[in-house]
């Protein structure tokens, strides 16, 4: 009799147990204003993923592709990620597991048994199922395949990151810029106010020119202020990016030169090959359709019926029996599963679509991608020559006022004016930025250094 208690405890003891892991909000917060860019943990990942150590630690310099360490590292879009692909992993257990034989204990008493034994009838027995036409080969596939769409989420997911720290920088560098841009527009703004004010004062200018001087520079100010709050706003979001607080970025010194220049505009016909062959977001659409293939696999397997082995020991009134025989077999009579059959077909039918769908958005938004970053690009040159004649004015004007042929207030005008012109170039090199991100989104690839526009070479053309 302890046999078969002893046996249950044995494999009682292999089962897992529940661990609670309950979740404090306020352990949370506390846990997010203490992350910074000077964690051990932090250098330790990057460490990992870069291949060496980081030292010094902490960094005082950061770049783009170090921020964006920083945001997998800390991005709660990622860990959602990662745990789903762990569950979507576990699922290919699930499907490879065998199923469990069946101990059956039946027991019958006979109230007028008159046999030579006791009154009863018992035994154990077993219901041991045997799964037939390749169902748990298909299980498995359709696991594998969806876990590989989970796992290529990831990589889709880590794109995203990576644009919006990009982005992020972007808005940074192009408030950053304008706000130095702006700060020598007020400088100048300034001075024309003193000398027109000094003039005005001496009878040699007019009372409307002393109004336009002035309200020139309070707009200035209003701009330089709207400037201001924007490079507020801008590092907001690259903190709300990488998953920082505002706080922990304030005193890193964020590396931003990558944005003086652009990347080369490639071959539409190797960019549509980046895009179609390495999207994570088209390949994990493909690996949904292999899985809705191989679930249709499995319902049209369905139509075989499984076997069950029903061997077993019979003590019957005295008599001993063995038995050895087919526990059931369903009998496809009135079902075949046509039911589940189409709508497997249906669910194929719908992955299929999705893909294409996907592609054909894909090839649209490249090929729109590659003509406004060409033409973003022709702007920027533009904008450069523009930039470049601007400055020969501002030159000509030093020089001028050198050599004592105009007065200070002509150059100090011309001076006011050129940080406008640079503001435009600016905003040509910020919409180029923006064109050329759109199309390494569109690829999911960066693009390659090479012959291109920069601020530097735009002035001295």
Same mark, same amino acid.
């Given at each position: ?6 046996? $249950?405890?044995?494999?009682?003891? !292999?089962?897992? %147990? ?40 902490? +960094?005082? *310099? ?25 569950? $979507? ?22 109230? /007028?048994?008159?046999?030579? !034994?006791?009154?009863?009838? &018992? ?24 876990? #590989? ?11 995203? +990151?990576? %644009? ?5 920088? +972007? ?6 810029? *304008? ?18 004010? @000094? ?76 895009? =179609? ?6 390949? !994990? ?28 020991? &019979? ?5 001993? @029996? =063995?038995?050895?025989?087919?526990? !059931? ?34 090839? /649209? ?30 030159? %000509? ?8 042929? &105009?007065?200070?207030?002509?150059? $100090?005008?011309? @001076? ?5 012109? #640079?503001?435009?170039? +600016? /905003? ?25 526009? %920069? ?7």
């Amino acid at each position: 009799m302890r046999r078969p208690w002893l046996l $249950a405890c044995v494999v009682m003891a !292999g089962c897992a %147990s529940y661990q609670p892991k309950p979740i404090a909000l306020a352990q949370l917060a506390r846990s997010f204003d203490e992350r910074s860019l000077a964690s051990a943990g932090l250098r330790s990942y990057l460490g990992q993923q870069l291949g060496h150590d980081v030292a010094p630690w902490p +960094l005082q *310099r950061w770049d783009r592709k170090l921020l964006t360490l920083a945001a997998d590292y800390y991005s709660p879009a990622l860990d959602v990620a990662r745990a789903s692909w762990a569950g $979507a992993k576990a699922g290919i257990e699930v499907a490879a597991a065998i199923p469990n034989p069946v101990l059956l204990l039946p027991f019958q008493y006979a109230t /007028n048994g008159r046999g030579p !034994g006791l009154p009863y009838t &018992t035994g154990p027995a077993l219901d041991i199922p045997i799964e037939t036409a390749h169902k748990r080969d298909y299980r498995i596939d359709r696991a594998s395949q969806l876990s #590989e769409a989970a796992r290529l989420n990831i990589s889709d997911e880590a794109w995203k +990151l990576r %644009s919006q720290v990009r982005d992020a920088m +972007l808005g940074v560098y192009s408030a950053r810029e *304008r706000t130095a841009m702006l700060v020598r527009r007020l400088a100048a703004q300034q001075q024309i106010v003193e000398m027109v004010e @000094k003039r005005s004062a001496v009878g040699e200018a007019a009372e409307p020119d002393v109004d336009r001087a002035v309200l020139a520079s309070t707009q200035a100010q209003i701009d330089l202020a709207a400037a201001q709050r924007a490079s507020q706003d801008a590092l907001a979001r690259l903190a709300g990016a990488i998953g920082l607080p505002i706080a922990a970025l304030e005193p890193v010194r964020i590396d931003l030169d990558e944005f003086e220049s652009t990347g080369a505009l490639p071959p539409p016909a190797a960019a549509r090959r980046e895009a =179609i062959l390495h999207r994570a977001d088209l390949l !994990g659409s493909l690996a949904n359709y292999q899985a809705a293939q191989a679930a249709l696999q499995l319902e049209i397997a369905k139509q075989y019926p499984d076997i069950h082995l029903g061997p077993g020991y &019979t003590y019957d009134m005295g008599t001993n @029996k =063995i038995g050895f025989g087919l526990a !059931g077999i369903t009998l496809p009579v009135f079902d075949r599963n046509q039911g589940g059959i189409a709508r497997a077909e249906a669910a194929r039918a719908e992955a299929a679509a999705r893909v294409a769908a996907l592609q054909d958005t894909i090839i /649209n938004t490249l090929d729109h991608a590659l003509a406004h970053y060409q033409a973003s690009l022709h702007a920027l040159r533009l904008a450069g020559k523009r930039l470049s004649t601007a400055r020969r004015r501002l030159d %000509s004007e030093a020089t001028s006022f050198a050599e004592g042929t &105009t007065d200070r207030l002509s150059l $100090a005008q011309a @001076k006011a004016d050129y940080p406008m012109v #640079e503001i435009e170039h +600016l /905003n040509a090199m910020v919409a180029a930025q923006q064109a050329a991100a759109t199309l390494e989104d569109a690829m999911q690839r960066p693009l390659l250094p090479g012959p291109a526009v %920069s601020a530097v070479s735009a002035v001295t053309q």
